[in-house]
């Protein structure tokens, strides 16, 4: 009898300990008296190395939203805290920080990261420890196929959305044939694929294919294989700096090729970078890029007033597409954690299933069991650099 006593004692304390360290299934920190004390959120972006320029506003807008929450009283009274880690923009520190917010850290969920290699390196990962991640990568292999990809969300455009919007674009102004030019990463490999993969259905002939490396101080050689296959325009797939090197080659060789650039240089660093170079430049991209352009009957326009306000009042500068990345990254878990969903499932469950025209920073997302983007093509429109700035191309 005094042996069934002592098993059951030690079972509830057992019981008490791994509420206390979260388990899980946590619905957050739990204090002595069984309250949840905080909800903690992993967040890893490239704050530095090449990735950077993405991965810096978008750790500004995690900061920004986790002040302004919790100056507004938390969830229901219950603060969040994010923990922020800096990949430095590779895949090795990116797994890395991940095991450790998920294994040491407990965390709710998981935002980021800024690149498609690092984000894809790290779904594996959330997979396996069944932890929700919300990517901010483009790539579309991040949330594809769904089977695969049960616990992972993203909310930058896939690339597959900015390739239809390029191609739409062309059809507009009757052209026909392109060179690609792309970077030899994840993202630039991934981007590839759908400009081959679409290229017959909007009637795009590429002639001719090309790459380099993120790094390469020029790619010159490559510029004039290209523009001898007769292509009427280039397309450029990478994120800066290579972009920016051939945006200048082209201008330094004195050619009349029109460049189109993915949305991974939707930024002022690929124009301070590529300087003279950069105009004329096109690309998709979302509407964060240029707020005073958005109308009042756009049903983003109060979402994306009010971040780009709070974010230049705050940082002295603009966020970027990459900064609504960061935004809507974070507010998706703030909104399930709204709605009751406190624990790792549950949070997945609520962004699966009932998030429904939820209007973001990018775009308005309906997110469902076969899509785990939630966007379309029409959420991005196309912008050109005019006189050293980002416009929005009528």
Known sequence: MKKSFLLSLLSVSMIGMLAACGGSESSGEVENNGEVSEYKIGAIYSKTGPNSPLGEPEWNATKLIED??????GI???????????????????????????????VLAVLGSSGSGES?????????????MIAAAASMHVVE????????????????????RIYMYLN????KQ?????????????????????????????????????????????????????????????????PAVIASNIRNLGLDLPMIGSHGIANQNFINLAEKGAEGVIIPTGKLLFPEEITEKDVQYDVISNFYNEYTEKYGNEPTNFGSYGYDNIMLVVEALRSGATDRESIRDFLENELTDWVGATGVFNFTPEDHNGLDPDSMVMAIVKDGK???LD
Do not use: C
């Open 120 to 132: 894809l390196a790290m779904k594996g990962i959330a997979l396996q420890q069944q932890v929700p």
């Open 76 to 106: 229901n009274g219950v603060p969040i805290k994010v923990i922020l880690a800096d990949d430095e923009s590779t895949q090795e520190k990116a797994t890395q920080e991940m095991n450790r917010l998920i294994n040491d850290e407990n």
């Open 178 to 242: 392109v060179g690609l030019l792309s970077d030899s990463n994840a993202f630039g490999t991934s981007g590839v694929e759908q400009l081959e993969g679409l290229a017959d259905e909007y009637g795009i002939e590429i002639v001719a294919k090309e790459g380099y490396n993120t790094q390469d101080p020029d790619m010159s050689a490559q510029i004039t294989r290209v523009n001898s296959a007769n292509a009427e325009a280039v397309i450029v797939w990478g994120t800066n700096p290579g």
């Open 145 to 164: 196929p769904v089977e695969d990809a049960h616990w992972i969300f993203k909310t930058p455009h896939s690339d597959v959305h900015a390739v239809q």
């Open 68 to 73: 302004k929450i919790n100056a507004e009283g």
């Open 390 to 392: 980002w416009v929005l």
């Open 172 to 175: 507009e102004q009757g052209i």
